[in-house]
């Protein structure tokens, strides 16, 4: 499927590009090869393909979590680079 010029400019607009005749051109070339690869797809047998969002089996990755005792409050002190009355001193992020 080829695109013309006034689609690669409609798809530039979407997006909020402003491309040169150059780009233009190019575009139009990349954009239908990419489109000649989705109409390769779809001759595809898919016929007793489950839809599935992912390839390979999903897995949690994260620890459980487990109520265990936390750090001494002067351990933490020890380790921050400033502190300020038994509190972490940080930089302000809002005025």
């Known amino acids: 499927m080829a695109l013309d010029r006034e689609e690669v400019l409609h798809i530039a607009k979407l997006a909020r590009l402003d491309l040169t005749e150059d780009e233009i051109a190019t575009f139009s070339a990349q954009l239908s090869e990419?489109?000649?690869h989705f109409d390769?797809?779809?001759t595809v047998d898919t016929e007793g393909v489950e839809p599935t969002a992912h390839t390979l089996p999903l897995?949690?990755?994260y620890a459980e979590?487990?109520?265990r005792p936390s750090m001494a409050q002067?351990?933490?002190l020890a380790m921050a680079p400033v502190t300020e009355?038994?509190?972490l001193r940080v930089r302000a992020v809002l005025e």
Do not use: P, T
Request: hydrophobic letters at 45%; proline letters at 0%.
């Open 34 to 36: 990419i489109l000649n």
């Open 40 to 42: 390769v797809l779809r």
């Open 59 to 61: 897995h949690d990755v």
């Open 65 to 67: 979590d487990e109520a």
């Open 74 to 76: 002067a351990d933490v």
């Open 85 to 87: 009355e038994g509190y």
